[in-house]
């Protein structure tokens, strides 16, 4: 079925839904002396690499977690998700949610944006506000009950 709100006339007059897109939202522990210059080298890398490789997304950092929703095709989120496995600058990664629909992004405008923990909550509650997708809205309610539960994050930054 296709919601309004994301159908679009295809070239034969007909609709067309969104193309799929893969959805990996995980959080992990940053290693120790992680501050926020090494957060910067790694949105400057994010930014070099995630435009080319068709991935958006929101990078959360406080309290020595990180927590990072990654958008965009499987083959390009499975890659990156291959790198982040190795990479030393955090561990105990734990996959929280992974999907793949035909849908709208959520953070069509950010290559990797950085927010802080105390602001996750405002980013979800805007980013829940202007959905359409009846998907997009189920998982961004989802994730602000996992952070009032205190599941993700701790409120802090
Ligand atoms: C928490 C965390 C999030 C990261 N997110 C991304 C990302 O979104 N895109 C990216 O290319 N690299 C990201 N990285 C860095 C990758 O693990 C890897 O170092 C980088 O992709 C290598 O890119 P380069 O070869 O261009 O230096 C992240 C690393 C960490 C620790």
């Known amino acids: 079925m296709t919601v309004a709100g994301h159908a679009k006339d295809d070239e034969l007059g007909g ?13 992990s522990r940053a290693a120790p002396g992680v501050d926020d210059a090494v957060v910067a080298r790694i949105l400057a890398a994010s930014r070099r690499n995630n435009p080319r490789q068709g991935i958006t997304g929101l990078l959360v950092f406080g ?3 990180f927590f990072q929703w990654l958008e965009g095709p499987r083959d390009s989120v499975t890659r990156l998700m291959g790198h982040l496995l190795r990479d030393a600058r955090h561990d105990t990664i734990v996959r929280l949610s992974e999907n793949e629909e035909p849908r709208d992004r959520v953070f069509p405008d950010w290559d990797m944006e950085l927010v802080g923990g105390a602001d996750i909550r405002a980013v979800l509650t805007d980013a829940l506000d202007e959905a359409e997708d009846e998907q997009n809205i189920a998982a961004l309610r989802r994730l602000l009950e996992q952070l009032d539960t205190r599941q993700i994050g701790n409120g802090a930054a």
Not at 15 to 27: D, I, T
């Open 15 to 27: 609709f067309s839904e969104p193309p799929p897109l893969y959805n990996l939202v995980y959080c």
């Open 63 to 65: 309290s020595g977690i």
